[in-house]
């Protein structure tokens, strides 16, 4: 007879939290976070070996929202904070929640960084192509001759 226990077996319901979702009506981020939930379950890892780092932007409320670890960063930081965790962690199973200005504005050289390095941690970019929180500045991603406020 074996005495091995099974893993626990989550659902969706398992990673999502009581905090209010801020995210303006009709946002994409909704659809990604309840893909992500979705999906976190059918990877058979621990939710406790989950670690959700995020920065700065509306992307980044990411973690409030996952019934996992998390870490919100500064501006840009989130690939230089998950690269250390993943490299003093390798167990962890470390995902960067982030946006087109945070991960390839400010963020840009972090990024291209902890990618070259190939450590591990996965990325959630998401690309909205104008930086939402400040409601419609240019971005990194915007399309060429986009009107924006900061491009009138």
Known sequence: MTTATLPP???KKD?????EVR????????????????VFPELGIPREK???VSGIGCSSRFPYYMNTFGFHTIHGRAPAVAT??????PDLDVWIATGDGDALSIGGNHTIHMLRRNIGVKVLLFNNRIYGLTKGQYSPTSELG???KSTP
């Open 84 to 89: 250390g965790l993943k490299i003093s962690r």
């Open 15 to 19: 990673f999502q939290t009581d905090q």
């Open 23 to 38: 995210w303006c009506p009709g946002c994409g981020d909704y659809a990604i976070l309840s893909a992500v939930q979705a």
């Open 146 to 148: 986009k009107k924006a």
């Open 9 to 11: 077996v989550y659902t």
């Open 50 to 52: 989950f670690v959700v």
